[in-house]
T-cell receptor, first 112, second 114 residues
Framework: KNQVEQSPQSLIILEGKNCTLQ??????????LRWYKQDTGRGPVSLTI???SENTKSNGRYTATLDADTKQSSLHITASQLSDSASYIC???????????WGAGTKLIIKP | NAGVMQNPRHLVRRRGQEARLRCSPM?????VYWYRQLPEEGLKFMVY????????ESGMPKERFSAEFPKEGPSILRIQQVVRGDSAAYFC????????????FGQGTRLTVV
């Protein structure tokens, strides 16, 4: 069964600190893995998209990694800001398909 | 170039009424996807439409739910005889191509059934 699991479910850190969010997937055949940021009450916004051959991709203070062998991905946020408070969702795309398998997300809260 | 527009943002319906959710894709996008999100859960695929065609409705309940994307106008997700369990956030996304790598999401419609 195609599944995406994320951990932790929620995380609270102080402003300025770094954090890493985890994603494990069992999706086959794999096409790409995406990280989305979803602010409360808003639609998801794409942060990074990685294909099978990519190990790491950065977008400003966000750096995503992908290990296709172990089917794991992480999203690292450096020097967190209050505006980073949101849900971060790991999404895996099924090969040659439009189907996206969504994780439940990690709710990140940045405290001043 | 406005993004994906969904309306209404919030919709309250009594049990048994009909709910109509509208989605205007980004300019030039002919592929539309509808998702449902329950509280504290991930988005769940409902239906994929291309202009005037339903490509995949495997995620949409067979009863009471329907979707369309006419040649002119927005895509419509219609829920007939709503029940409390239909309460959720409904998101629409659009893309230029079937490969939705560059899919953009709307702000969602929050449906509350009372």
């Amino acid at each position: 069964k195609n599944q995406v699991e994320q951990s932790p479910q929620s995380l609270i850190i102080l402003e300025g600190k770094n954090c890493t969010l985890q994603c494990n997937y069992t999706v086959s055949p794999f096409s790409n893995l995406r990280w989305y940021k979803q602010d409360t009450g808003r639609g998801p916004v794409s942060l990074t998209i990685m294909t099978f051959s990519e190990n790491t991709k950065s977008n400003g203070r966000y750096t995503a990694t992908l290990d296709a062998d172990t089917k794991q991905s992480s999203l690292h946020i450096t020097a967190s800001q209050l505006s980073d408070s949101a849900s971060y969702i790991c999404v895996v795309s099924v090969d040659s398909n439009y189907q996206l398998i969504w994780g439940a997300g990690t709710k990140l809260i940045i405290k001043p | 170039n406005a993004g994906v527009m969904q309306n209404p943002r919030h919709l309250v319906r009594r049990r048994g009424q009909e709910a109509r959710l509208r989605c205007s894709p980004m300019k030039g996008h002919s592929h539309v996807y509808w998702y449902r999100q329950l509280p504290e859960e991930g988005l769940k695929f409902m239906v994929y439409l291309q202009k005037e065609n339903i490509i995949d409705e495997s995620g949409m309940p067979k009863e009471r739910f329907s979707a369309e994307f006419p040649k002119e106008g927005p895509s419509i997700l219609r829920i007939q005889q709503v029940v409390r369990g239909d309460s959720a956030a409904y998101f629409c996304a659009s893309s230029l191509a079937r490969d939705n790598t560059e899919a953009f999401f709307g702000q969602g419609t929050r449906l509350t059934v009372v």
